[in-house]
């Protein structure tokens, strides 16, 4: 893909005839080639809020934050190739029932509004069935809304929404699923600011940086709304859709409070099983998975609205105080991270299985780092880390298991 053609499918106008394809080998890797539009646009981003508002659009704690998370959530992807068409592909080799041909504008149209549907039906139920919040809700536990939150997603998030796309398999082709499957995901990149206000008409049938910042939101009018992802007309039709009001406030109704990309994704599944075990009876038990996250023992299905934290305008994100080198040291070490992300990205056919995990593992060892550092509470504990974390980076980096896509860099990287 050209880089015009690349940057139109970042907001889903690549019309058919540039992206059918007979194939899914065929089909290009949009997300990957879409990360140098992601900082594009970040820094685009910073530029605009600081022009309207004389501040920037995030922290730098939360920013790392996002990212982490939204590089954690690719790496299953380096090891092997996504479940959802995996099994999207095998329900359509064995149980189809006809075949749209994969050239045809109204294949493509139908896929679009089929892809989208499905997206709905999956996030609603994330947001209504508390096993798969615990999932979901990493995405919005961010307490600023800006491009960063986009890119903050879940591990675990892409297990079960496989489900939702499957009987589009019984007659679609693969490659073009494949392909609306990825520009579903990079249209709502960047719907996640708050630099944008308003798109007039637009806003009754797209899903918008507006209606998008009412599904982030923990006021209490904000609470399980506009689940659309290109579209917002499900919500519209389904009854689930609310129009930015009072000023919105970002998060969780119980926030996290932690940098810590491996907590962040692994405390919700404590929680449901501590609760799970904590309530009595059978069916309760159940509950505690499958109905809602407000649910409890003589609760409706979803919990009680008032039950809901009140907010009073006043709320303040986790912000914990760092000294300004150490910002300085965790950005410069993240960007080396970066550089050895995408680098992995670009490699990893011509890699061993030994040093692919060795480079994942490192990733992991090194977000988890950087987390514990922002959150300065142990910083003996988040000290030792950090060195043992540069101890392991000089050991494999000399032993060739680590390489830069400079390698002109490798020097001042040891350093």
């Not at 892809?115 to 979901?136: G, K, M, P, Q, T």
């Not at 300065?376 to 830069?404: A, D, H, M, P, W």
Request: aromatic letters at 14%.
């Amino acid at each position: 893909t050209t880089p015009g053609q690349q940057l139109r499918a970042l907001f889903y106008v690549l019309p058919p005839g540039e992206s059918s394809f007979r194939t899914v080998e065929e089909v290009p890797d949009y997300v990957e080639k879409s990360i140098p539009f992601f900082i594009a646009f970040i820094g685009l981003e910073f530029a605009v809020s600081w022009v309207q508002k004389r501040k920037l659009s995030g922290r730098i704690n939360d920013g790392i934050s996002s990212l982490s998370l939204g590089i954690l959530s690719r790496l299953p992807d380096v090891l092997f190739r996504s479940l959802e068409l995996i099994s999207y592909i095998y329900v359509w080799s064995n149980y189809r029932l006809f075949e749209l041909p994969w050239d045809s504008q109204w294949t493509w149209y139908l896929t679009f509004l089929g892809v989208d549907l499905a997206y709905y039906c999956f996030h609603r139920v994330s947001h209504e069935v508390n096993i798969l919040w615990a999932a979901h809700q990493i995405h919005h536990s961010s307490e600023d809304y800006n491009l960063f939150t986009a890119l903050r997603q879940s591990v675990l998030q892409k297990y079960t929404s496989w489900i939702f796309n499957l009987p589009m398999a019984l007659f679609i082709p693969p490659s073009v699923f494949a392909v609306h499957l990825q520009f579903n995901l990079l249209y709502q990149f960047w719907i996640h600011t708050e630099v944008i206000s308003n798109l007039g008409p637009l806003e009754w049938i797209l899903n918008t940086p507006s209606h998008h910042r009412v599904h982030h939101g923990r006021n209490p009018y904000c609470i399980d709304k506009n689940y659309g992802g290109t579209l917002i007309i499900w919500d519209r039709i389904f009854g689930t859709f609310e129009a930015e009001d009072e000023k919105v406030v970002y998060g969780l109704t119980h926030p996290v409070n932690s940098f810590d990309p491996i907590m962040l994704q692994l405390r919700p599944l404590v929680h449901i099983w501590n609760t799970f075990w904590a309530t009595p009876g059978f069916c309760n038990k159940l509950s505690v998975i499958f109905k809602g996250p407000g649910w409890g023992p003589g609760k409706p299905r979803l919990g009680l609205p008032e039950e809901i934290p009140v907010i009073t305008g006043k709320e303040v994100p986790f912000n914990p105080s760092v000294p300004a080198y150490l910002n300085c040291y965790a950005v410069v070490h993240f960007a080396v991270i970066m550089d050895l992300y995408t680098e992995l990205l670009g490699t990893v056919t011509m890699l061993s299985q030994e040093t692919i995990l060795l480079r994942i593992g490192f990733i992991i060892l090194s977000l988890t780092s950087f987390g514990l550092l922002m959150e300065n509470r142990q910083e003996t504990k988040s000290g030792i880390l950090e060195t043992i974390r540069c101890l392991v980076f000089v050991g494999i980096y000399k032993l060739g298991y680590l390489r830069s896509q400079f390698p002109s860099l490798g020097y001042a990287y040891e350093v």
